[in-house]
């Protein structure tokens, strides 16, 4: 964990394929915690993210948003975990049709060395609109698609 500016973490968190890693930031705020992606469904990558919160001093209770950047399964994996507790879980609306499949039928990924790892989809899908408020009207925040490169 690399805290990037002040509130600011990147957590790498470990995924069982050639890349090794997925990125996931942590903002942690005075009122609220909010986090960029969510990992694979693993209990590795699960492991590994109430290690590097409990360093923070939170549970993933504590965690109230959750911004998922895109569809594939090792940056929302966990979304359906964090939605269970509680947390507000986002998806851009450009990515909801892309990923809808696996949001209404969560399927076994295939099967990677050391371990089974399934696919986690919140029951529901809610989207941000780019140039909307996010994650509250009024906090000043804005959020908005940015083109592939």
Same mark, same amino acid.
């Given at each position: 964990?690399?805290?990037?500016?002040?509130?600011? %973490?990147?957590? #790498? /968190?470990?995924?069982? %394929?050639?890349?090794?890693?997925?990125?996931? %930031?942590?903002?942690?705020? *005075?009122?609220? /915690?909010?986090?960029?992606?969510? @990992?694979? @469904?693993?209990?590795?990558?699960?492991?590994?993210?109430?290690?590097?919160?409990?360093?923070? =001093?939170?549970?993933? @209770?504590? /965690?109230?948003? /959750?911004?998922?950047? !895109? !569809?594939?399964?090792?940056? %929302?994996?966990?979304?359906?975990?964090?939605?269970?507790?509680? @947390?507000?879980?986002?998806? !851009?609306? $450009? $990515?909801?049709?892309?990923? !809808? +499949?696996?949001? &209404?039928?969560?399927?076994?990924?295939? &099967?990677?060395?050391?371990g089974s790892s399934w696919t986690?989809?919140? +029951? *529901?899908?809610?989207?941000? $609109?780019?140039?909307?408020?996010?994650?509250? #009207? =009024?906090?000043?925040?804005?959020?908005?698609?940015?083109?592939?490169?």
């Amino acid at each position: 964990m690399k805290e990037l500016l002040p509130g600011l %973490y990147l957590l #790498p /968190v470990p995924i069982p %394929y050639p890349l090794k890693t997925v990125n996931l %930031y942590l903002l942690k705020g *005075r009122e609220e /915690v909010v986090l960029v992606d969510s @990992a694979l @469904a693993t209990r590795t990558a699960r492991g590994t993210l109430e290690l590097y919160l409990a360093e923070l =001093g939170l549970c993933f @209770a504590d /965690v109230k948003t /959750v911004l998922l950047t !895109h !569809h594939h399964p090792d940056h %929302y994996g966990l979304g359906g975990f964090f939605e269970g507790l509680g @947390a507000r879980v986002y998806l !851009h609306e $450009e $990515e909801l049709p892309r990923g !809808h +499949r696996f949001w &209404q039928e969560p399927r076994p990924l295939k &099967q990677p060395p050391g371990g089974s790892s399934w696919t986690t989809a919140p +029951r *529901r899908r809610p989207f941000w $609109e780019s140039g909307r408020p996010w994650p509250k #009207p =009024g906090s000043g925040s804005t959020l908005r698609k940015t083109p592939s490169p």
